[in-house]
C-alpha cells in the first residue's frame, strides 16, 4: 500500500513539474511576441526563446579613451583591476549593447585623479575569431601567415560623468546599413517596403488611416 501511494505521488510530481515548465515556456513565448519585457531579469532567461542568437564570427573589445581639455588621451580603466568573470576577458566587453558603458566610465572617473576630462569615446575593436587560436592550431590548419587585420567602430561619446554624448550603430549594424546604402536596387525596396512583422500593428487605426488618405486624395483638384 505504501509503495503504490509513493509511486502516485512521484507521478502526480512529475506531472506538476512538467505542467509548470510548459506553462513557463509559455509565458515566456507569449511575453516575447508582445514584446513584454520578460528577459529583463536573470530568471527570465530561461523562459525567453534566445537560441544564442548573440554568437558571431567576429571577437570584439570594448576600448574606452577619455580626451582631456588639452587634447591629451587617456585610457579609462579600472586601476583595482577589472572583473573577469570567465576567463581573461573584462567584463564590459560582454555589454554588446553597450547600456553599462555611462556606469563603468562614472565609476572609474569617479574614483580615480585625472585632468578634467571633456568626453569618453567608447570605441569597438572587431576581428575574425579564427585569429584567437594558438599559433601551432594555426600552421596546422591555416597555411598562410597569422596577419590579423583589427577593424574599429566608433560606437558612442559620452561626457565624464558617463551621460550619452552621441550614439552609433555597432558594427555588424553599421556593415549591413552600409550595404544597404551602397546597393541602389536594396534602397530602393526598402524605402517601398514595410516591416516584414509587427506586433503593435492596429487594424483600425490603420483602416482610419487608410480612409483619411483616400478622403484627402478625392479632396484634390488639378
Not at 591629451?72 to 554588446?96: C, I, K, S
Not at 575593436?125 to 598562410?144: A, G, M, T
Request: aromatic share 14%.
Amino acid at each position: 500500500m505504501e509503495g503504490w501511494c509513493g509511486m502516485k505521488l512521484r507521478r502526480w510530481g512529475a506531472g506538476l513539474l512538467i505542467c509548470g515548465y510548459l506553462l513557463l515556456l509559455s509565458w515566456g513565448i507569449i511575453g516575447h511576441a508582445l514584446k513584454i519585457p520578460a528577459a529583463g531579469n536573470t530568471l527570465g532567461y530561461f523562459v525567453v526563446w534566445d537560441m544564442f542568437c548573440g554568437w558571431q564570427a567576429f571577437d570584439n573589445r570594448t576600448h574606452f579613451i577619455a580626451e582631456d581639455s588639452a587634447g591629451n588621451y587617456y585610457r579609462v580603466q579600472e586601476p583595482w583591476g577589472a572583473f573577469q568573470p570567465f576567463g581573461h576577458v573584462d567584463r564590459v566587453n560582454y555589454d554588446v549593447s553597450n547600456q553599462l558603458a555611462p556606469r563603468h566610465i562614472r565609476n572609474v572617473l569617479s574614483h580615480t585623479d585625472h585632468p578634467p576630462i571633456d568626453r569618453v569615446y567608447v570605441v569597438q575593436e572587431i576581428w575574425p575569431k579564427q585569429f584567437n587560436v594558438p599559433d601551432r592550431l594555426w600552421s596546422s590548419y591555416f597555411h598562410e601567415p597569422k596577419d590579423q587585420q583589427s577593424y574599429f567602430n566608433l560606437r558612442a561619446i559620452c561626457a565624464a560623468d558617463g551621460t550619452l554624448i552621441e550614439s552609433n550603430p555597432d558594427w555588424y549594424v553599421a556593415q549591413g546599413l552600409k550595404s544597404i546604402a551602397d546597393n541602389p536596387r536594396l534602397r530602393t525596396q526598402a524605402q517601398g517596403a514595410s516591416p516584414f512583422y509587427n506586433t503593435f500593428f492596429n487594424p483600425r487605426l490603420a483602416a482610419e488611416a487608410n480612409s483619411s488618405f483616400s478622403a484627402a486624395d478625392n479632396g484634390l483638384t488639378n
